[in-house]
């Protein structure tokens, strides 16, 4: 399984991204994705996760309200929308898949990650 994260950039607090994570290699469709993220200096974390059907979320506490994730089983795409940005949201986002059918907010619960896409937030 290959996983294709884009749509990082430089914004300005208070605006807005989307990012995507395009799958390809094998049908996502039954499984659960993640995206994380890490902050320069600091540890990989939990950003939020999805069921392989969209009926389960998990989503950090410290993003909850301003990020959604979602996902598109007939485009083998999964989604990360970014509001209300924070300059404490700068971070390199990385996406990844598990093979459990429930989403997962441990990293070692995810056996394919993305490579990853900066999103700057200026203030």
């Known amino acids: 399984v290959q996983l294709q994260a884009c749509g990082g950039g430089l914004v300005q607090a208070g605006d807005s991204l989307s990012l995507s994570c395009a799958a390809s290699?094998?049908?996502?469709?039954?499984?659960?994705m993640g995206w994380f993220r890490q902050a320069p200096g600091k540890e990989r974390e939990f950003v939020s996760a999805i069921s392989g059907s969209g009926g389960s979320v998990l989503t950090a506490d410290s993003v909850k309200g301003r990020f959604a994730i979602s996902r598109d089983n007939t485009k083998n795409i999964v989604y990360l929308r970014l509001n209300s940005l924070k300059p404490e949201d700068t971070a390199v986002y990385y996406c990844?898949?598990?093979?459990?059918?429930?989403?997962?907010?441990?990293?070692?619960?995810?056996?394919?990650w993305g490579q990853g896409t900066l999103v700057t937030v200026s203030s």
């Open positions: 990844a898949l598990t093979v459990r059918i429930d989403p997962a907010v441990l990293p070692e619960s995810y056996s394919y």
């Open positions: 290699g094998r049908t996502i469709s039954v499984y659960a």
